[in-house]
């Protein structure tokens, strides 16, 4: 971050337009992203969202509290400059979309699974006419092309903002279409963990949780909290 520091060196964060969007000023002067390019947020929702966290730091400036802001350099300098190719990274998970592999037993797992994920494949179907295919087993099964063109075709109509946010909406339920029915306002984040979770929850049931597992998982829980967050903000004025 331009202007970062290990001490806070400014009083005031603030707001204020600037060509193509808002921007945050620190005492006058203008946040740029690490790669020096400006940070030129789209909305005034985000642009607030930024400068709040840098109101928020306190002596030493600590980066992992500022998870906004690491979203819209992400956004400016990684994805804005191969956004086709991110686009094609998030729309590849349609081709192995989790909510397409299913357990061949036990029948308690499996109604668990038809009971959770069913409805939003016949979403998928008929908000983009793309019927997956949903197979048991770990085996990959083939998707219809036309299936994998159509949920394409709405990735890549995102903006380098909505590609941040769905990056993590995707990758860490492992579902495009989950992702995508969260983009939509379908489901909010929380949901989407607890759809993504099936497997995982029917086995702590079972046998009970590993502590180190738990950890990891309530840092992902919080990073797709973020994504949700980063793509509403993205859509507030």
């Not at 204020?16 to 992203?33: H, I, M, Q, S, W």
């Not at 642009?47 to 998870?67: H, L, S």
């Not at 092309?145 to 995707?170: K, M, T």
């Amino acid at each position: 971050m331009s202007g970062w520091s290990a001490k806070r060196f400014w009083k005031a964060a603030t707001v204020e337009p600037c060509e193509g969007g808002f921007t945050v000023k620190l005492d006058g002067r203008a946040v740029k992203t690490p790669a020096k390019a400006a940070l030129v947020l789209p909305t005034r929702a985000m642009a607030e969202a930024v400068a709040a966290e840098w109101q928020a730091q306190g002596e030493k400036v600590d980066p992992t509290t500022m998870p906004v802001t690491r979203s819209a350099n992400a956004a400016l300098d990684k994805v804005r400059a191969q956004q086709a190719e991110v686009a094609e990274l998030i729309a590849a998970y349609g081709e192995t979309d989790l909510l397409c592999y299913r357990a061949k037993a036990p029948e308690e797992l499996v109604a668990l699974q038809a009971a959770a994920w069913d409805r939003w494949l016949d979403w998928a179907d008929s908000r983009y006419q793309a019927r997956l295919i949903v197979t048991a087993g770990v085996l990959p099964v083939a998707q219809p092309a036309q299936a994998q063109l159509a949920l394409a075709a709405r990735v890549s109509a995102c903006d380098i903002w909505e590609l941040a946010a769905l990056h993590d909406l995707v990758g860490i339920t492992g579902s495009l279409v989950l992702g995508l029915a969260v983009a939509e306002g379908e489901i909010d984040a929380d949901e989407a963990w607890r759809l993504s979770r099936i497997d995982e929850e029917w086995q702590i049931a079972q046998w009970g949780e590993d502590e180190e597992a738990a950890e990891m998982a309530a840092l992902k829980k919080q990073a797709l909290a973020h994504a949700g967050r980063f793509w509403i903000l993205r859509h507030t004025a």
